[in-house]
């Protein structure tokens, strides 16, 4: 879950109820991936931003051990209740050496600003020859969401500065940042996947408030009004209701040394 700004956040919130309910397609979405990691029995699978824990249990099905961590203690509270070995913990500070089969990440990526410092614990934390499989935001990813947020900033300056984005690389930039840190990719892709959701007000909810949190209450209403209604043109048809522009960027890569 969300990583953003982590490395000066012990933890961060998210409520785990709404979660599911608003945005329980992220873990609904995700077969491709879960396919793609292919567990196995007696792996040792880690999973990074587990959330609720419903992928990394899915993933224990194969027989696999699965640790599941994320920052929010919410979730991991949930992921716990739910059943999964989870812990409160950033992907850019783990005290695992060498010792997983696996990484496997799903929807979480795009919320750490510093993608080789996650990288090179993820390396540091696989067995030589071990995988990471992983998808997340990808170039271009929401770029409509985003077009109308700065749009409704800049048209209100009292709100300050919007400038710090998600993490939504290009293939050849994150193909490079893994080859850094001793990963042979064997493939990466950006996947555009248009996603129906409820309504953009519930997305911008969840999603939002590291943006927002400083304005009060009503102005947060308001750019979210404002928002969703620049988005109607381009986001919404009475046919298909609203639909997030999503891109993912989905890995395979293996340690090589
Ligand atoms: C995503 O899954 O791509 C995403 C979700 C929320 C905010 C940003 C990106």
């Not at 998210?14 to 945005?23: D, I, L, Q, V």
């Not at 991991?76 to 696996?102: C, H, I, W, Y």
């Not at 919007?162 to 840190?181: H, N, Q, R, V």
């Amino acid at each position: 879950m969300k990583e953003k700004k982590m490395n000066r956040q012990k933890t961060n919130s998210w409520n785990a109820e709404k979660y599911r309910k608003h945005a329980g397609f992220v873990s609904d979405l995700a077969s491709p991936v879960v396919e793609l990691l292919n567990p196995k029995e007696g792996e040792k699978i880690l999973d990074l931003g587990c959330g609720d824990g419903i992928l990394g249990l899915e993933i224990a099905k194969y027989k696999a051990e699965v640790i599941g961590i994320d920052l929010s203690e919410n979730m991991v509270a949930k992921a716990r209740e739910n059943g999964l070995n989870a812990r409160v913990m950033s992907v850019t500070d783990m005290p695992f050496n060498q010792e997983f089969d696996a990484v496997f990440s799903n929807a979480m990526l795009h919320w750490v600003n510093e993608p080789k410092l996650a990288v090179e614990n993820i390396a540091k934390v696989l067995k030589v020859g071990g995988r990471f499989i992983a998808e997340f935001g990808g170039y271009g990813n929401i770029s409509s969401i985003i077009k109308a947020m700065r749009e409704v900033f800049k048209r209100h300056p009292e709100y300050g500065e919007i400038d710090d984005f998600w993490y939504f690389p290009t293939t050849d930039e994150y193909k490079s940042i893994l080859e850094e840190y001793g990963f042979e990719v064997r493939y990466i892709e950006l996947i555009p996947r248009p996603t129906p959701i409820d309504d953009i007000a519930n997305w911008l909810i969840l999603f939002t408030n590291g943006f927002t949190k400083h304005l009060s209450d009503s102005k947060q209403k308001q750019f979210r009004d404002e928002v969703r209604e620049l988005l109607k043109e381009t986001n919404y048809s009475p046919k298909d209701g609203w639909v997030a522009d999503y891109v993912r960027i989905r890995v395979e890569a293996y340690k090589e040394c």
